[in-house]
């Protein structure tokens, strides 16, 4: 590609390019670093089947490829984000339409700029249009390389991002099997914990359905931003589907970056007493959760009293994070702090067949008391999960969740009950010591502060010393607070806090107490990788070999106590115990 050959290409792609912003910058969460250091993130919001079908009849309708719809909505939420009617993204190409190209082994993938135009305020068909053609001429000059094109511009390198494109879009659609005599090869999700751009966004489409993907520079963006992000694609993707002539103006009015407040407007927020507007500040954070945080936040919010109108009883601890799919349900027992939140990124990465119910601990709602031993807490979701599935049980918890999730085997098996699976995330049997300050409430507090900030990413600029030199009601006070900026505002408040706490000592409490007995059931253990030297090491099983006669079964996952359950790690966590789930599946069914 060298002379005449090249010339009309590259003409084609300096016209096409000929004053574009120089790069594009999406709202982040934290300052970009002088410096790419690639790190990165992976998160995905899998639609509904009616959404999808409606995405791809919008473009049978308006003659656009599925790719060219979703980019079109995409190309909006960039715009409606920035601010910006001139939106440069990147997408991949395969780059193999010539004949002699399709059965070469390579890597033949080039990036192509897609540069679109939003200015005039267009509806949403002619937005169509006008994707169509930008789409349509880069598809017709795909053989230019990249680097010839960042060298040919001639602009300014800067370290700090990618030239030219720094988000990308892409669909992927799954492949045929692949069959090499009696082996048959499937994909496997891998995430590598790094990104090349700020963003990439894809829509894949695959026989479990479509589902939104994102990959993300963790320098620049939380797990939750990212999550909000797509959850906005899926609405502006609902909104234009039911009405192409929507104008981009009249998109809805919750499809918005996460406004962040200086330091500055934090102090003022909270010296001001008056709170005669807090249900209007709080009903406007709760337009920006993401869908799932908003679908499990309602539940945690109807548990508090009697303004809902279809709470749960008073008695209820199931929590439905994920009820649908051909699959035998998951049961998984929440940690100290008792709510089944944590679970949002592992349910969403066992795949949307995958039915997932989280057990929450009593106390959390109105009007409720905390039980005060394991072995009720086993009984009473024992109750509950008749309601749900007469066996064989996939049975897990997480910390705390481990041994009550335990206990809860070992009840069903005495009772003659098929307990399928019995997963423990990081647990030991119980027991333990008190530590020094948790008669202080302070104490308590800054083990929620540590929690959010390692599973969600949230700091709450607070410290123990800080909060031990308040009174204790402003101690509670100044927590929720701190809790304003969060997603977790719309179920924060004093009465709530004070319960979460009660719940949390109560556990801990009744953690410490806890003596198992003997279960005859296989125990499988997911955990990190021991520190070198840590106590830990001297006993891989974490003291479950003890208290069954078959083997305990160890996976090793990445991260640490309660970044496993966080982005990127959930992925393999994630991943494994489906295989567990899978290979017991086959066991069971003959």
Request: aromatic share 6%; charged share 25%; net charge negative.
């Amino acid at each position: 590609l060298t002379g005449e050959a090249i010339a009309p290409q590259l003409a084609w792609w300096r016209r096409q390019l000929a004053g574009m912003p120089p790069a594009l910058e999406l709202p982040a969460d934290r300052p970009r670093p002088p410096r790419q250091s690639f790190h990165g993130g992976a998160t995905a919001l899998p639609l509904p089947a009616d959404l999808a079908a409606a995405v791809r009849e919008l473009g049978r309708r308006e003659g656009t490829t599925f790719f060219m719809t979703v980019l079109a909505a995409f190309a909006a939420l960039v715009g409606r984000y920035t601010g910006r009617t001139d939106v440069v993204l990147g997408s991949p190409a395969a780059n193999r339409h010539r004949p002699g190209t399709e059965g070469l082994f390579g890597f033949f993938v080039g990036n192509l700029v897609l540069r679109l135009d939003l200015a005039g305020d267009p509806t949403f068909r002619e937005l169509l249009r006008r994707t169509r053609e930008v789409a349509l001429g880069a598809y017709a000059h795909p053989d230019l390389p990249f680097e010839r094109l960042v060298e040919e511009l001639d602009q300014a390198r800067d370290k700090s991002r990618n030239p030219l494109v720094q988000v990308m879009f892409s669909v992927q659609s799954a492949g045929e099997t692949l069959r090499f005599g009696g082996l048959t090869a499937a994909p496997a999700e891998v995430h590598t914990a790094t990104s090349q751009f700020d963003l990439t966004v894809a829509a894949d489409d695959n026989p479990r359905g479509l589902t939104l993907e994102a990959e993300y520079s963790s320098d620049l963006f939380e797990a939750s931003t990212v999550d909000r992000m797509l959850a906005h694609l899926a609405a502006l993707l609902a909104a234009v589907t039911a009405d192409p002539e929507l104008r981009l103006s009249a998109l809805p009015a919750e499809i918005a970056p996460r406004s962040v407040s200086t330091p500055v407007e934090e102090k003022k927020e909270l010296k001001r007493p008056d709170m005669g507007d807090r249900e209007a500040r709080l009903a406007e954070r709760r337009a920006r959760l993401s869908a799932e945080q908003k679908s499990l936040l309602e539940q945690r919010l109807r548990m508090r009293g009697p303004r809902a109108e279809a709470a749960p009883t008073a008695a209820s601890s199931l929590v439905a994070i994920q009820p649908k799919g051909p699959r035998p349900p998951f049961f998984c027992v929440h940690p100290a702090g008792g709510d089944v939140l944590c679970f949002q990124a592992l349910s969403r990465r066992l795949g949307m067949d995958q039915p997932f119910y989280g057990l929450q601990s009593r106390g959390l709602g109105e009007g409720e008391s905390p039980l005060g031993s394991i072995e009720e807490m086993a009984a009473s979701y024992r109750a509950e999960l008749a309601r749900i599935t007469a066996g064989p049980y996939y049975l897990g918890g997480w910390s705390l969740g481990g041994a009550v999730a335990f206990e809860l085997a070992r009840q069903l098996a005495a009772e003659g009950k098929d307990v399928a699976l019995l997963a423990v995330l990081d647990s030991t049997p119980g027991g333990g010591e008190e530590t020094a300050g948790e008669e202080d409430d302070a104490y308590w507090l800054m083990e929620i502060a540590d929690y959010l900030k390692r599973l969600w990413g949230f700091d709450l600029g607070l410290s123990r010393e800080a909060l031990r030199a308040l009174p204790p009601e402003e101690q509670v006070g100044r927590f929720v607070a701190s809790l304003q900026n969060t997603p977790f505002a719309a179920a924060a408040g004093p009465e709530p806090l004070r319960r979460l706490l009660d719940v949390f000592k109560t556990n801990v409490r009744a953690f410490r107490l806890y003596r198992p007995r003997p279960y005859p059931g296989p125990i499988t253990l997911f955990r990190p990788a021991p520190a070198n030297g840590g106590p830990e090491a001297a006993d891989p099983t974490l003291g479950w070999a003890a208290l069954s006669p078959r083997p305990v079964g160890i996976e090793t996952v990445p991260g640490d106590h309660v970044s496993a359950l966080a982005e990127p790690h959930v992925q393999s966590l994630a991943g494994r115990l489906r295989a567990r789930i899978d290979r017991t599946l086959a066991v069971e069914t003959p």
